[in-house]
């Protein structure tokens, strides 16, 4: 699995040849995105999400996709650390995925990666992006559900995540719940989108909540009804979704 997806990354010819003949368009595995601005706990969260669907039976998938390998070189390395607990796991294959030139191309090599794992019987595939609005849309077109996940006491973050991340996101995690300013994050975001939950990803809390978010927009999604989210037509109300 490892090989072919590094020969899609390098779009070596074999590569394709491979998912061809192995890996055919089955589409049953749940495709999660969780993005976000670097820091904000994603990686965190993920390693939570590993484990309650590991719970759940299902063998998962992770593609960390490092958007701006420059910038974020470091969060890479910082992502493996975190969901380490997983490595022995033979039922978690985690695997990041860099940059090999231009994004389009990795978006393409992220949607045959999710083909390979699909194939492989992988039944959620997370994929971590980091970054912004469109940057992140190609990436944003391979995932069913896209979970923005942002964290209060980042200045006038919440005003780039109305303006940039929202326009992805069908559901809002508020991150880092345990610190100052996340009601008013929680209560200025829920005025924009109806999903929103709080999560303290270092304690695990939240992150049954966010399971039971992400599976009501896929039935949503599955009955092809409108989003959560505001932007793409008439909110459902979820209720009180906190504490
Ligand atoms: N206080 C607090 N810190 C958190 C929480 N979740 C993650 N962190 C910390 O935030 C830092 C960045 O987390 P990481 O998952 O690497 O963020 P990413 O860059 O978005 O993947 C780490 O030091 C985490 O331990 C949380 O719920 N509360
Ligand atoms: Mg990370």
Redesign the pocket.
Known sequence: MARVISLLENRDPLGAAVLTHVAPSLNRALVIGIT??????????IDQLITAYRRLGEKVGVLAVDISSPVTGG?VL??HI?MQSHTDDAQVYIRSMATRGHQGGLAAATRQAVRVLDAAGFGVILI?T?GVGQSDVDIMQVAHTVVA?V?PGLGDDVQAMKAGLLEVADIVAV?????EGADAALRDLREWCKAVIR?????GEGIAELIAVIAEHERWRDLDRPALHNRRGPSIDLGSRTG
């Open positions: 976000g601005y670097l820091g904000t706990g994603k990686s965190t969260l969060a910082g992502d975190r971590e980091v996940v964290a991150n880092k719940g345990d610190r999560a303290v990803a270092v304690k």
